[in-house]
């Protein structure tokens, strides 16, 4: 053979490695192997009808003080995150409630688009206690958004913003008392992995505000697994 079609053949052979490694490296890129399970909680009633219902509860803090890094707050004791755990599970085919309760503030987000209640039955959710189906674009603290993509699972998108802490609301050390309390409810499709992540520009000065917390997996995204 040719040196030179060796050569090309070699450098296609590397190519392909480094890309399958990547590809290995972004998959494991889990960092956090901790799954937070819905808890079943009976029957509802639904536009498909009657299905199995489950719950989710999580919180959303402004630094990683609360526990869920540990501690001492772990790696990142001032990252923002969603805790206690940033994995989930729920099961097919079912009606899920999940109530989220921010602690903290906020501000713009850069595409009005995530302000929007987004997959939820009827559009809407309960923010403290009261039906919206849009907040404010410039009062918004961080998103819960997960994401469809094309491939052989069912699509799936869902995206709902939770209120900001009020300015004056936000103490200087600790959590506020005046938390804001976002629940909606969504029907779950066939089984698949999903990816949800925080859509407000919540990370530090990098990457536009997508750097820090936003860029590492078990802050401000996680996995999303909804299981047959
Ligand atoms: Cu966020």
Redesign the pocket.
């Given at each position: 053979m040719n040196r030179r079609i060796v050569g090309a053949l070699a450098t296609v052979v590397i190519g392909a490695g480094v890309i399958a490694g990547i590809g290995t490296y972004v998959a494991a890129a889990k960092n956090d192997s901790r799954l937070l399970a819905a808890t079943p909680a009976g029957t509802m009633e639904t536009p498909q009808g009657v299905l199995p219902h489950a719950t989710l509860a999580i919180s959303v803090y402004p630094d990683s003080m609360a526990g869920s890094h540990g501690k001492d707050g772990g790696a990142h004791p001032g990252y923002?995150t969603y805790g206690p755990v940033t994995n989930f599970e729920v099961p097919a085919h079912s009606v899920i409630t999940m109530t989220v309760t921010n602690y903290d503030g906020g501000e713009s987000l850069n595409n009005d688009f995530f302000a929007h209640v987004r997959g939820t039955i009827d559009g809407s959710a309960q923010l403290n206690g009261q039906r919206m189906t849009s907040i404010s674009p410039d009062a918004v603290g961080?998103t819960f958004t997960i994401h469809g993509y094309s491939s052989t699972q069912d699509e799936f998108f869902l995206s709902v913003p939770m209120k900001a802490v009020a300015e004056e609301d936000m103490p200087e050390e600790g959590f506020t008392t005046k938390p804001s309390v976002t629940t909606f409810t969504f029907i779950t499709g066939g089984p698949g992995e999903y990816i949800w992540n925080?859509e407000?520009p919540?990370g530090d000065g990098t990457i536009a505000k997508f750097g820090a917390a936003?860029s590492t997996m078990g802050y401000?995204s996680g996995h999303f697994t909804v299981k047959g």
């Open positions: 923002v961080h925080c407000y919540c936003m401000m």
